[in-house]
């Protein structure tokens, strides 16, 4: 079965910067595209990025406005997210999720195309 673990969240000041971690164990990594949601308060689950089984292609949620970088390492089995110059609207519940589907068709956004889930790691940028 497959686990993931979030790490890396925290408090931060708008304007900073975060990166957060997400371990991966039970499976063959590479199998596995993953990607990063978030959910703020009283919001919907929306996505933020994904990247490919490979590390090889990377979508990310036009409202990011190029202020996150997804990244994986295979040989560590973590997936990760930068994020900069965040804002208070980047306040949310921030998980990552695993799926065998991959990330090249446009359904790569909605939750019912990933397997696993963890946990969640709060994040709050203060104005």
Do not use: H
Not at 29 to 49: G, H, I, L, S, T
Not at 60 to 80: C, P
Not at 93 to 109: D, L, M, Q
Request: proline share 2%.
């Amino acid at each position: 079965q497959v686990q993931l673990v979030e790490s890396g969240g925290g408090l931060v000041q708008a304007g900073g910067s975060l990166r957060l971690s997400c371990a991966f164990s039970g499976r063959t990594f590479m199998m596995y595209a993953m990607a990063w949601f978030r959910q703020a308060p009283e919001k919907e689950r929306e996505v933020v990025a994904g990247i490919s089984g490979t590390g090889g292609k990377r979508n990310y949620a036009d409202s990011l406005e190029g202020r996150f970088t997804i990244s994986r390492d295979n040989a560590k089995n973590t997936v990760y997210l930068q994020m900069n110059s965040l804002k208070p609207e980047d306040t949310a519940v921030y998980y990552c999720a695993a799926s065998r589907k991959g990330i090249t068709t446009p359904t790569w956004t909605l939750e019912k195309e990933y397997d696993y889930w963890g946990q969640g790691t709060q994040v709050t940028v203060s104005s």
